[in-house]
Nanobody, 116 residues
Framework: QVQLVESGGGLVQPGGSLRLSCAGS????????MGWYRQAPGNQRELVAN???????NYADSVKGRFTISRDTAKNTVYLQMNSLKPEDTAVYFC??????????WGRGTQVTVSS
């Protein structure tokens, strides 16, 4: 059974940092395309960053230069380091894993709130 468990969300002031973690079980994250999405209230879910099985990385324009996605194969975990956070980064952040057959798995999400 595939499970993706996100952690690391919370309340942070503007300009602060958080690191989100996505621990995979039932899959090997290094052979999946892994991604982070977010959804703010009233908005559609949007891609934040992804890292392919070949280590190609993409970021949404809104987070380029501030967020970094990485993968630790020993821990079977994907991270999203978020710096210089802004109120508009407030959302529920979801981890995804896409198999070579394009099956997509989702985590349950972790809340990130950026507010003073």
């Amino acid at each position: 059974q595939v499970q993706l468990v996100e952690s690391g969300g919370g309340l942070v002031q503007p300009g602060g940092s958080l690191r989100l973690s996505c621990a995979g079980s039932g899959i090997i994250v290094s052979i999946y395309d892994m991604g982070w999405y977010r959804q703010a209230p009233g908005n559609q879910r949007e891609l934040v960053a992804n890292i392919s099985r070949g280590a190609t990385i993409n970021y949404a324009d809104s987070v380029k230069g501030r967020f970094t996605i990485s993968r630790d194969t020993a821990k079977n975990t994907v991270y999203l380091q978020m710096n210089s956070l802004k109120p508009e980064d407030t959302a529920v952040y979801f981890c995804t894993a896409t198999s070579i057959t394009t099956r997509v798995y989702w985590g349950r999400g972790t809340q990130v709130t950026v507010s003073s």
